[in-house]
């Protein structure tokens, strides 16, 4: 069966250290997958697209890898804030509808 | 710019009780619109999805039903809420282009059945 697997274990890191996602799938083939975030009481919010011909992406202090063999993106924030706190979703996207896993939660000590 | 409205954002209702969740999207045309909902801790459950006017699919049976009335206009409803039905409501478009399918989503609609 498919699966989007994400630790649902939060991650708990101090400020200023880098933060590391992960999400693994299985019996999917995404053009692309996409990382969104969602912070409590709100709608996620699209953060970065990474598509199955790239080996990573950046923007600002967040960077994406995407490795189709092992069926894994890393998700990356440098240098966390506090406001960083939130959970991060990954969506697997291509000819059908995304589909999201459950997300993995980050909370940033000052 | 694109904008999407949820409404309302919180309500308590009765078991047995009728729903309406109404969404509209603003600053696009023809857009694909979701429904999804979120339990406690679980991850987004699609709920239904529209390519059209008057046409829906639903991703899971149930006593929920959704509704496109116009084209940025999309509605959720009930005949009666069930406990379960307790959740994070969540409207959402996409318009697939050259980025590939980006969701947005509207804030949320609390329903806590009681």
């Known amino acids: 069966s498919q699966k989007i697997e994400q630790n649902s274990e939060a991650l708990n890191i101090q400020e200023g250290k880098t933060a590391t996602l992960t999400c693994n799938y299985t019996n999917y083939s995404p053009a692309y997958l996409q990382w969104y975030r969602q912070d409590p009481g709100r709608g996620p919010v699209f953060l970065l697209l990474i598509r199955e011909n790239e080996k990573e992406k950046r923007k600002e202090r967040l960077k994406v890898t995407f490795d189709t063999t092992l069926k894994q993106s890393l998700f990356h924030i440098t240098a966390s804030q506090p406001a960083d706190s939130a959970t991060y979703l990954c969506?697997?996207?291509?000819?059908?509808?995304?589909?999201f896993g459950r997300g993995t939660s980050l909370i940033v000590h000052p | 710019s694109q904008t999407i409205h949820q409404w309302p954002a919180t309500l308590v209702q009765p078991v047995g009780s009728p729903l309406s969740l109404e969404c509209t999207v603003e600053?696009?045309?023809?857009?694909?619109l979701y429904w999804y909902r979120q339990a406690a801790g679980r991850g987004l459950q699609l709920l239904f999805y529209s390519v059209g006017i008057g046409q829906i699919s639903s991703e899971v049976p149930q006593n929920l039903s959704a509704s496109r009335p116009q084209d940025r206009q999309f509605i959720l409803s009930s005949k009666k809420l069930l406990l379960s039905d307790s959740g994070f409501y969540l409207c959402?478009?996409?318009?697939?282009?050259?980025?590939?399918?980006?969701?947005?989503f509207g804030e949320g609609s609390w329903l806590t059945v009681v």
């Open positions: 969506a697997l996207g291509g000819s059908y509808i995304p589909t």
């Open positions: 600053g696009t045309s023809n857009p694909n």
């Open positions: 959402a478009w996409d318009r697939l282009g050259t980025s590939g399918n980006t969701i947005y």
